[in-house]
């Protein structure tokens, strides 16, 4: 299975700040023939489940406010939240779906105020 | 509208069989490329993927959890069911159901806390 790290596991950020987390695979899940890369990002609030926020890695789920953003290929991938909120408050979750399941999750990072 | 609901025991013993439903509407797991999963997450701490099901049944399993589980779909309900054998207390989670479009979990159940304590 291809193993999902992220990091820091905690950070604080000030309100209207820049947060960046950081996610490597064990190995790269860029898919050469069609040169995407099968890592996406969730959000986890309190108390509630999981909701994506990232696919490809770089592209907005429908409705994601636009300061949520992906980078990075092949085994080394950044979420950036610009200008944080008080709602970006959450649990993040980086996940390969680049071979078939289990499609592994990171250990999550926890984004404070 | 597209919903997913977990149901079971909120109690299971230790070296108990745990049996999870998922009832779900607004899609079918008859259509090409639908898949249900299931995703559970202990108290405190990160998910973990365990099974997931797709229309044309093919089945998947965590590794390190495949000879205890077992996933199954009636689409005729619109059900996928989880059993996990020999629940132990590390067992303990809030298990999810989601559903899996083009590989990725764009809608979740609220979840179900499943305690193993004797």
């Known amino acids: 299975d291809i193993v999902m790290t992220q990091s820091p596991d905690s950070l604080a950020v000030s309100l209207g700040e820049r947060a960046t987390i950081n996610c490597k695979s064990s190995q790269s899940v860029l898919y050469s023939s069609n040169n995407k890369n099968y890592l996406s990002w969730y959000q986890q609030k309190p108390g509630q489940p999981p909701k994506l926020l990232i696919y490809w890695a770089s592209t907005r789920e429908s409705g994601v406010p636009d300061r949520f953003s992906g980078s990075g290929s092949g085994t080394d991938f950044t979420l950036t939240i610009n200008s944080l909120q008080a709602e970006d408050v959450a649990v993040y979750y980086c996940?390969?779906?680049?071979?078939?399941?289990?499609?592994?999750f990171g250990p999550g990072t926890k984004v404070e105020i | 509208q597209v919903t997913l609901r977990e149901s079971g025991p909120a109690l299971v013993r230790p070296t108990q069989t745990l049996t999870l439903t998922c009832t779900f509407s607004g899609f079918s797991l008859t259509t090409s490329g639908m898949c249900v999963a299931w995703i559970r997450q202990p108290p405190g701490k990160a998910l973990e993927y365990l099974a997931r099901i797709d229309w044309d049944d093919d089945k998947f399993y965590n590794t390190s959890l495949k000879t205890r589980l077992t996933i199954s779909k009636d689409t005729s309900k619109n059900q996928v069911v989880l059993t996990m054998t020999n629940m132990d207390p590390v067992d303990t989670a809030t298990y999810y159901c989601?559903?899996?479009?083009?590989?990725?979990?764009?809608?979740w159940g609220q979840g179900a806390l499943v305690t193993v304590s004797s």
């Open positions: 996940q390969q779906y680049y071979s078939n399941p289990p499609h592994t």
């Open positions: 989601a559903r899996i479009r083009q590989q990725l979990a764009d809608y």
